[in-house]
């Protein structure tokens, strides 16, 4: 079995889990989608628990990496709050809301539920985290490391709010507010 095959089988089930929900995938659909025979899925990953954690390891290395991206692009440079409201905006439109950009909220959720998900999950919440650490102190925010997983939290909520209502909320504007009061505090 091919490397290819346990990626399209990663693929196909971060979509099916974003179109689905987790209740909802089978091998059947996974196989259907990722254009791979069924015993293929469990050649690759042997319980749907191993699938899940292979699909939210994915996710995060590959968001990880983005953001990571991102950090050293602003690590050492001097933001106005405005730029920093302007990269959350662009870090949050780029998670349009696809099927595969649905799934991690799903994931994430199944963590909660599933102990050997939760490192993993950790390690996605926490690269959010440094990104926006390393923004805050670029703006001399005081507290960076505390305020960090606030503002994380924050973005995250209106994300999952846009998600659920359909409606857009002006990020950029919110976090523009959020990052003059904290800079403001002594």
């Known amino acids: 079995m091919s490397t290819d095959a ?4 990663i693929d196909a089930t971060l979509h099916l889990v974003g179109t689905h929900g987790i209740a909802g995938i089978t091998n059947r659909r996974i196989a259907s989608r990722a254009e ?3 015993g293929s899925i469990t050649y ?25 991206a991102i950090a050293e692009t602003y690590r050492s440079q001097s933001l106005s709050f405005t730029e920093a409201a302007v990269i959350t905006e662009r870090v949050a439109t780029d998670l349009a809301f696809t099927a595969e950009r649905i799934a991690p909220y799903e994931l994430w959720i199944q ?53 659920s209502t359909g409606s ?11 990052l003059r009061a904290a800079a403001a505090q002594p």
């Open 168 to 178: 857009d909320t002006d990020l950029a504007a919110a976090t523009l507010l959020l």
């Open 111 to 163: 963590a909660g539920r599933d102990p050997d998900l939760r490192a993993t999950a950790d390690d996605c919440w926490s690269a959010y985290d440094a990104l926006t650490v390393a923004i805050l102190r670029a703006l001399g925010v005081p507290n960076a490391e505390t305020l960090g997983p606030v503002l994380v939290a924050t973005i995250a909520g209106l994300q999952l709010r846009r998600l």
């Open 36 to 38: 791979v025979s069924l």
């Open 44 to 68: 690759h990953f042997p319980s749907q628990s191993d699938l899940l954690g292979a699909a939210l390891t994915t996710f995060v290395e590959e968001e990880t990496e983005r953001l990571r």
């Open 6 to 9: 346990r990626h399209r089988i």
